[in-house]
T-cell receptor, first 118, second 117 residues
Framework: AQTVTQSQPEMSVQEAETVTLSCTYD???????LFWYKQPPSRQMILVIR??????QNATENRFSVNFQKAAKSFSLKISDSQLGDTAMYFC???????????????FGKGTSLLVTP | ETGVTQTPRHLVMGMTNKKSLKCEQH?????MYWYKQSAKKPLELMFV???????ENNSVPSRFSPECPNSSHLFLHLHTLQPEDSALYLC????????????????FGPGTRLTVL
């Protein structure tokens, strides 16, 4: 079974600053995908960024980027120029590659609550 | 976000009631999922449907009964629930793409906040 660990239950950052959320995972798989999801107080879970394990290049999406260290099984999320709207729970998730005609199951961490302050 | 909708958004029920949660996806996806989100716990996968066929049942008690009549709709029928079943129930959908390096993103609905008295 895959486990995902987010060691920071809560974090805060000032507006316009940079913050890094950590995530580690445990798996024996070689091919898999990693995701960061954001869940604002409105409760809609939104994809922030994803990374394919076979890609060495770190994924980036505007102000969001990851530091993917496959050997260390680490997948941290960096948010640059933090905005008030970034306040949310952030979940790291793991998905292993599965066969045809089977769904793709996500394994989630417990989440990090990020507060962006003015 | 209107790609995945869930109704009702809030539900309060007694332990002897029977109710159903509904999920509808408008993204043309072929896989749908039910997750349970409890306080202080990671999201827990409950069921996976792929092409209307159930492919995973994650040791969920029989008081939860899923139904997937077509690729766009997913139901979760509830009966004889316990107070510890109170949680946020999230539906998600994805487009399964099979291949050696296929990738797939799950899109979530807003959830149904369930309270069992």
């Amino acid at each position: 079974a895959q486990t995902v660990t987010q060691s920071q239950p809560e974090m805060s950052v000032q507006e316009a600053e940079t913050v890094t959320l950590s995530c580690t995972y445990d798996t024996s798989e070689n091919n898999y995908y990693l995701f960061w999801y954001k869940q604002p107080p409105s409760r809609q879970m939104i994809l922030v960024i994803r990374q394919e394990a076979y890609k060495q290049q770190n994924a980036t999406e505007n102000r969001f980027s990851v530091n993917f260290q496959k050997a260390a099984k680490s997948f941290s999320l960096k948010i640059s120029d933090s905005q008030l709207g970034d306040t949310a729970m952030y979940f790291c998730a793991f998905m292993k590659l599965k066969g045809p005609n089977s769904g793709y199951a996500l394994n989630f961490g417990k989440g990090t609550s990020l507060l962006v302050t003015p | 976000e209107t790609g995945v909708t869930q109704t009702p958004r809030h539900l309060v029920m007694g332990m002897t009631n029977k109710k159903s949660l509904k999920c509808e996806q408008h993204l043309g996806h072929n896989a749908m999922y039910w997750y349970k989100q409890s306080a202080k716990k990671p999201l827990e996968l409950m069921f996976v449907y792929n092409f209307k066929e159930q492919t995973e049942n994650n040791s969920v008690p029989s008081r939860f009964s899923p139904e997937c009549p077509n690729s766009s709709h997913l139901f979760l029928h509830l009966h004889t629930l316990q107070p510890e079943d109170s949680a946020l129930y999230l539906c998600a959908s994805s487009q399964e793409i099979w291949g050696p390096r296929s990738t797939d993103t799950q899109y979530f609905g807003p959830g149904t906040r369930l309270t069992v008295l």
